[in-house]
């Protein structure tokens, strides 16, 4: 870690406390100036953190933020991990080095200056505030053994944050999860790899935490985060549960494909037997929503039977 983030990690942990903290008692207890100090609160706020300044009284936290500690994270898991303070994506990261990764390694990230989206959206991923990683996946008999993977990713998230106590979740295909149908979280799955050969498929997965209004302001659709729970789950704890449980179910669909997925995803499916409409593009159709095939296709009840539906540009809104 550079001491530059040593420094501004140490300024975080003393911002933490309920009470303002005056920028000259910052200052004598990192022993630096308080030009310093201001310098680096400054910075903290260009990286996105929220804090509230108050003249003649000093500086707050906005929301709560809680660090990974890089160190047990590492010792927990049985893959290699990859922490930055600061990166421009996880999911750039894992696809730069996927020679030498192997499944299961991660890569996390308490920053993302250029956090990716789906549709090419920005995930808005400022400092401390939210869960960022990807999960590096090698499939050998290429895309077609991948196909329906993200339905997979969604279900083991639902079963993570679900057993952190997080209620009200569910699913929107083909990836979304949404808590109070508000989204929460994403997945973004990238390729690099032949198609029909050996493929490497880097998984990444942005949770939001604790969003200040600020940071919500840049968010394109109704957002949720884990604020209102009563305990905020520990972020080292979720990433290693999330990491487990990624590798345990994408095994199981290696062996068993989609289908032992089937009850779990139908069980979390926020639109099962509800009226829906998928766009595409310029078009739409309509019908009740029957759940995902053994590819991950939507099916969907229409007039003319029912039709299963596949594509990224897919998007499901409630009638
Ligand atoms: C979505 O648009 O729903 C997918 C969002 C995925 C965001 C995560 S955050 C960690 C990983 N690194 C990225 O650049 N994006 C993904």
Redesign the pocket.
């Known amino acids: 870690m550079s001491d530059n983030w040593v420094r501004k990690r140490e300024i975080l942990g003393l911002l933490s406390s309920e009470h303002f903290v005056s920028g000259e008692e910052l200052a004598t207890q990192l022993g630096i100036s308080r030009a310093a100090v201001s310098k680096h609160v400054d910075a903290l706020e260009d990286y996105g953190v929220a804090i509230y300044s108050v003249k003649g009284r000093g500086y707050k936290l906005a929301n709560p933020i809680s660090l990974i500690d890089s160190a047990r994270l590492i010792q927990s898991i049985d893959n290699r991990c990859f922490y930055f303070d600061e990166i421009p994506?996880?999911?750039?990261f894992m696809l730069s080095h996927t020679g030498e990764l192997k499944s299961g390694d991660l890569c996390v990230a308490e920053y993302?200056s250029a956090?990716?989206?789906?549709r090419g959206?920005t995930?808005v991923?400022p400092y401390g505030h939210h869960l960022?990683?990807?999960q590096f996946w090698s499939f050998p008999q290429g895309m077609a053994q991948a196909m329906g993977l993200s339905l997979v990713v969604a279900c083991s998230l639902v079963e993570v944050l679900k057993s952190f106590g997080v209620d009200n979740i569910g699913v929107k295909w083909p990836n979304?999860i949404y808590l109070n149908y508000k989204k929460l979280a994403?997945?973004?799955i990238e390729m690099s790899g032949q198609a029909d050969s050996e493929c490497q498929l880097i998984i990444?997965?942005?949770v939001n935490m604790a969003m200040s209004e600020d940071q919500g302001k840049g968010i394109d659709q109704p957002w949720s985060d884990l604020s209102a729970l009563a305990t905020m789950p520990n972020k080292t704890d979720l990433v290693i549960a999330l990491q487990k449980q990624l590798k345990k179910d994408i095994q199981l669909f290696e062996r068993e494909g989609l289908a032992a997925f089937k009850m779990r995803w139908q069980a979390a499916d926020l639109f099962y037997g509800k009226e829906i409409r998928l766009l595409m593009g310029e078009n739409h159709v309509e019908g009740i929503c029957r759940g995902v095939d053994e590819q991950g296709a939507v099916l969907l009840e229409t007039a003319d039977g029912t039709q299963a539906y596949i594509g990224g540009e897919i998007s499901l809104r409630p009638k």
């Open positions: 994506s996880t999911n750039g993302q956090g990716r989206g789906r959206r995930w991923s960022y990683f990807s979304d994403g997945i973004l990444g997965i942005g």
